[in-house]
């Protein structure tokens, strides 16, 4: 089990970054996988998840500034984000929506992204 995020690190407010993560173990489905943010001092928060058989989900903070997409053939999901603002920051996580808030749940080490003003 295993899901590995990378791609974060410091951008200007208005830039663009592109996260990566990979999960591995049979546990995941790629097709219902999705991106979770920690701001500092906040709770994780869902900010975009492919949910099979309903559709794409962008939390409204970031609705059409950031795109999640995936590679089946990887077991990877990325996250194009844009338009980037200092409230974007934090650690970056992936996992499956169906597990994600089950108690225990296994999450990876996340990606760090810092958007200056």
């Known amino acids: 089990v295993q899901l590995q995020a990378w791609g974060g690190g410091l951008v200007q407010a208005g830039g663009s970054l592109r996260l990566s993560c990979a999960a591995s173990?049979?546990?995941?489905?790629?097709?219902?996988m999705g991106w979770y943010r920690q701001a500092p001092g906040k709770q994780r928060e869902l900010v975009a998840a492919l949910i099979s058989g309903v559709g794409i989900y962008y939390a409204p903070s970031v609705k059409g500034r950031f795109t999640i997409t995936s590679d089946n053939a990887k077991n990877t999901v990325y996250l194009q984000m844009s338009g980037l603002k200092p409230a974007d920051t934090g650690v970056y996580y992936c996992?499956?929506?169906?597990?994600?808030?089950?108690?225990?749940?296994?999450w990876g080490q996340g990606t760090l992204v810092t958007v200056s003003s």
């Open positions: 996992n499956d929506v169906k597990i994600a808030n089950d108690q225990g749940a296994f």
């Open positions: 173990g049979s546990i995941y489905d790629i097709n219902d």
